[in-house]
């Protein structure tokens, strides 16, 4: 029956701090969650926009603006074939470009094609763009470094 409150002085409580709610507010633990998740986000970042590696050709045309991510097929430096980032046999690109295309036929396809790939296995994979319909066709570059 003598049993004592830890933490109590003398084993008894004030009226008003029995369930009086705790109003400091430790910020620390927050402050370094949201450094680590900016740390991650800082480091990954650069990383998700490198998609199939393709060594592209350079050319001094002007850049397109474009808002949205746009569809891109890349043939990389042993002829293979990928839709964004996904490996696909010739024969399925029309498919399944028509399948994620949102506006249609009438959605911009971007082609990158490695510098060193033979230039009939780009010309064949916009040959079948052309033949389903897709007339929006740009190929992608890099900007030509000047030599000065």
């Not at 002085?9 to 009226?15: D, E, V």
Request: hydrophobic share 40%; aromatic share 4%; charged share 25%.
């Amino acid at each position: 029956m003598g049993a004592s409150l830890a933490g109590q002085t003398g084993g008894r409580r004030r009226r008003g701090q029995r369930n009086r709610p705790m109003s400091d507010i430790n910020v620390t633990p927050f402050v370094d969650v949201m450094l680590v998740l900016l740390i991650v986000f800082m480091v990954t970042a650069p990383l998700l926009t490198v998609g199939v590696p393709i060594d592209l050709p350079e050319s001094k045309a002007k850049q397109l603006d474009s808002k949205k991510e746009p569809l891109t097929i890349s043939v990389d430096s042993e002829g293979r074939v990928f839709l964004q980032d996904t490996e696909i046999t010739i024969d399925e690109l029309v498919p399944k470009l028509t399948a994620v295309a949102e506006q249609g036929v009438e959605e911009r396809v971007f082609v990158r094609g490695d510098q060193s790939v033979d230039y009939g296995t780009v010309m064949r994979v916009m040959g079948r763009l052309n033949a389903a319909g897709f007339n929006r066709i740009a190929l992608v570059t890099q900007m030509e470094q000047s030599d000065q």
